[in-house]
């Protein structure tokens, strides 16, 4: 009965999400052992479950607009770096479901994810059987030299507990990204999502709850807590994606801050520029 109820429901998605959608994940070139797991926990299976939810956030709910996509190398390892906004990382389902829906052939984007993540009840699993990874330099170096490409969000915690009155302006970046670079000789692309910095507009952050739930915020929003589990659900805002093209850094990976720090800059210098553009490009939130 168990594989009955599996085998209708990818009848069902193939409905939802079409054909293309599902022969584009038995094209995932990512190596799975007999059990159709990979090293780091994914199956690309649970992907054929996924997918209408993805492919109807993306394209019907937040009606994502994309520009730069041809900046994408079609192989070979590469590090999208991008702006974060909100506690519910639609702008990385987004960027990740875009470079696999619209690309050809697909690619498949791994997501760092803090630990807290990886030990939330059921979702935790699921995250990494959907191809998410614990973002130590450790297991992003293994995926890279195996010509993987990573998701980063260098703002960090700061980015997901980033206010609506604070919404893209970058926060501090970390170093551990262009560390990684350095050292796998992989290039950069900066990614600027608009539209995910308004999808949960968060008006206050009671920080002591946080640190007590271990959680990196707990906002509060015109409709969180007020509207309870529904007021988690995203404003219907309307997202833009900016693909940069691919920045590329010489240097030791052992350098000192200083100059890890100059590179760094020139990215989210960069980025920040790309926001901005963005942001004067578009009308209306919601258009």
């Known amino acids: 009965m168990g594989e009955f109820l599996k085998n209708e429901i990818v009848k069902i998605n193939t409905r939802l999400a079409g054909s293309d959608m599902m022969s584009r994940i038995d094209r995932i070139t990512t190596k799975v052992n007999e059990y159709g797991y990979d090293e780091f926990g994914f199956r690309p299976q649970t992907l054929k479950y996924t997918a209408p ?3 109807f956030f993306k394209n019907k709910y937040f009606r994502t607009e994309v520009h730069g996509l041809q900046n994408v190398p079609k192989q070979g390892r590469v590090l999208f770096i991008g702006n974060h906004g909100g506690t519910i990382p639609w702008d990385g389902i987004v960027i990740g479901s875009t470079v696999f829906m619209d690309m050809d ?9 803090e630990k807290f993540g ?13 191809g998410q990874i614990i973002g130590t330099p450790e297991n992003c170096e293994r995926l ?15 980015g997901s507990a980033k206010l609506y009155k604070d919404r893209y302006q970058l926060q501090n970046f970390g170093h551990g990204f262009m560390r990684l670079a350095l050292k796998t000789n992989t290039p ?3 990614v600027a999502v608009i539209g995910n910095e308004e999808q949960f507009p968060a008006i206050f952050n009671l920080k002591s709850i946080a640190r007590l739930l271990e959680i990196p915020a707990a906002p509060i929003t015109p409709t969180f807590p007020l509207l309870g ?7 219907p805002v309307k997202f833009r994606v900016y693909f940069g093209e691919p920045m590329t850094f010489e240097g030791d990976p052992d350098e000192e801050d200083t ?6 800059q020139a990215v989210k210098n960069t980025l920040q520029s790309m926001i901005i553009d963005g942001l004067h490009a578009r009308k209306h939130i919601f258009w």
């Open 105 to 113: 052939p697909p690619r498949l984007i791994r997501s760092m994810m």
């Open 144 to 158: 890279l030299r195996n010509e993987e490409a990573i998701l980063v969000f260098p703002e960090g915690v700061g």
């Open 53 to 55: 939810l993805f492919h």
């Open 118 to 130: 990886a030990r939330a009840p059921f979702f935790g699993n699921l995250l990494f059987r959907l």
């Open 259 to 264: 100059e890890i720090e100059y590179k760094v």
């Open 188 to 190: 950069i692309i900066p």
């Open 229 to 235: 589990i529904l007021g988690f659900l995203p404003y």
